[in-house]
């Protein structure tokens, strides 16, 4: 029993519980997940591409090589705020998978962050990249980048496998900076995969095609 300003107030359990789910929830909706910003699980930190949904169901686009063993999706590193689960993986061959958004009280919007301070960029829409075509990336360490595609339909061997049907950029990338989308204006075309050299010394960036994503999981960038 407690009293307030004249006021007798009885504060139960049931109230005290109510009152933290409503401020647990409070901090949720100001969570936002863009894509350029990272998503966390138990042993993986994966940086969403691009935001799609498939029907009012949302998802991400996260880097498939990333995303193996990975099951439960956080936006903080203290792993508090779940936001989703792993919804189908395609690595090797295709490097690229699906979160599906299961919190309804966090936010999901179709722009990609431009980086701390840079604001961020609507995407409207997504397709194939074309040889000479001028494309800017987002790498959670190199940053806001731009060049032009150099090469389509590329074959890398990872190592661990190999992937096909890649694109090429100018750009250089960081350690790092797998997983960061790549678009031309509000267009989306692809996630950062891998590179060679870096941006001390120059080097390429390679991504795989956001449409290839869209098509296996029947989902459109909004």
Do not use: K
């Given at each position: 029993?407690?009293l ?52 009012s169901t ?21 792993l ?54 001028s ?13 032009t ?8 061997n ?7 049907g ?30 060679s050299?870096n941006c ?12 290839e ?10």
């Amino acid at each position: 029993m407690a009293l307030f300003f004249g006021w007798s107030v009885t504060w139960s359990a049931a109230a005290g519980s109510a009152a933290h789910a409503d401020e647990r929830a409070g901090r949720q909706a100001a969570v936002v997940v863009r894509g350029g910003d990272t998503l966390y699980s138990a042993g993986s930190r994966c940086t969403v591409g691009f935001n799609a949904r498939s029907g009012s169901t949302p998802y991400a686009f996260v880097s498939g090589r990333c995303a193996q063993g990975a099951t439960t999706w956080y936006a903080d590193a203290a792993l508090t705020v779940s936001v989703g689960v792993t919804a189908g993986v395609s690595f090797p061959g295709n490097d690229y998978a699906s979160v599906r958004y299961t919190n309804t009280a966090v936010s999901y919007p179709g722009e990609v962050s431009l980086g701390a301070g840079a604001g961020t960029r609507d995407i409207t829409g997504a397709a194939n990249p074309v040889v000479g075509q001028s494309l800017c990336h987002v790498g959670r360490v190199g940053g806001y980048r731009c060049g032009t595609v150099q090469a389509v339909n590329v074959t890398v061997n990872y190592g661990g496998g190999v992937v096909s049907g890649l694109f090429r950029s100018t750009i250089c990338a960081e350690p790092g900076d797998t997983g960061g989308p790549a678009f031309s204006g509000g267009t989306a075309l692809g996630v950062i995969v891998g590179s060679s050299g870096n941006c001390g010394s120059g080097g390429v960036t390679y991504y795989q095609p956001v449409v290839e994503w869209l098509s296996a999981y029947g989902l459109s960038i909004y």
